[in-house]
């Protein structure tokens, strides 16, 4: 399984961003989807999470602006963020935890999006 995410770009504090991201391969199984950012010299940090089941958890600093949500059909996760503000600025990730053919479970990231929030 492969991850490929769009939907990053520039955008003045108080405006909405939606983020995707599109699975491609084959797997058993795909279980929790989330989205993770990272900032210049921080650590990657957890933004939302979505299982297959529906259930979702966020970051409190997001809680109330952001929405995660997947099409399983289409195999996409997205990401709807609104209120931004310019401390969301970072590279934003994709993660999906998978299990092949051969039962080996495998985390997987994207490359990465950039989102600019502009104050």
């Known amino acids: 399984v492969q991850l490929a995410e769009s939907g990053g770009g520039l955008v003045q504090a108080g405006g909405s961003l939606r983020l995707s991201c599109a699975a491609s391969g084959s797997a058993l199984r795909v279980d929790r989807m989330g989205w993770y950012r990272q900032t210049p010299g921080k650590q990657r940090e957890f933004v939302a999470a979505i299982d297959s089941d529906g259930r979702t958890n966020y970051t409190d600093s997001v809680k109330g602006r952001f929405t995660v949500s997947r099409d399983n059909a289409q195999n996409t996760l997205y990401l709807q963020m609104n209120s931004l503000k310019p401390e969301d600025t970072a590279v934003y990730y994709c993660?999906?935890?998978?299990?092949?053919?051969?039962?080996?479970?495998?985390?997987?990231w994207g490359q990465g999006t950039l989102v600019t929030v502009s104050s």
């Open positions: 993660n999906a935890d998978t299990v092949r053919y051969s039962g080996r479970y495998v985390e997987v």
